[in-house]
């Protein structure tokens, strides 16, 4: 935690050093950015790809590969990889996110018309925007 916070509101989240920092309802959580795991590496994989067959314009391998990054991430719900923490740590982490792209907009004639849990639209009104 970094020296001047105690204690933080559930759902809440501090970017420290290296680190993202969330209150869930029974703990603390620290995602240390830049470790290696198993899981890490898999998800990297599966977007390297992805960001690959985008580049190619391959929108049938696109679809596929945007599923299969999608389920190892809803797979961490149950199964042998299965994880609490790691999808409550997920969760606030992308909230996190999302109010910051939320709150980028602030100063320009953007409207925000849709948000939802892994994205936000912004109306706008001109193609220079």
């Avoid at 982490?93 to 925000?112: C, P, S």
């Amino acid at each position: 935690m970094p020296p001047d916070v105690k204690s933080m509101p559930i759902g809440h989240v501090v970017d420290y050093k290296n680190s993202t920092i969330t209150r869930t309802s029974t703990s603390y959580i620290g995602v240390v950015q830049g470790e290696k795991s198993i899981v890490g590496d898999i998800v990297t994989m599966l977007i390297s790809t992805r960001k690959n067959v985008i580049a190619k314009g391959d929108d049938i391998a696109d679809a596929e590969s945007k599923f299969l990054v999608n389920a190892r991430y809803g797979s961490m719900a149950s199964g042998i990889l299965s994880s609490k923490t790691f999808n409550e740590a997920t969760t606030c982490t992308a909230r996190y996110f999302l109010k910051v792209m939320v709150k980028a907009r602030e100063g320009t004639r953007a409207t925000v018309i849709y948000g939802g849990t892994d994205s936000v639209v912004a109306e706008v009104g001109a193609a220079n925007e």
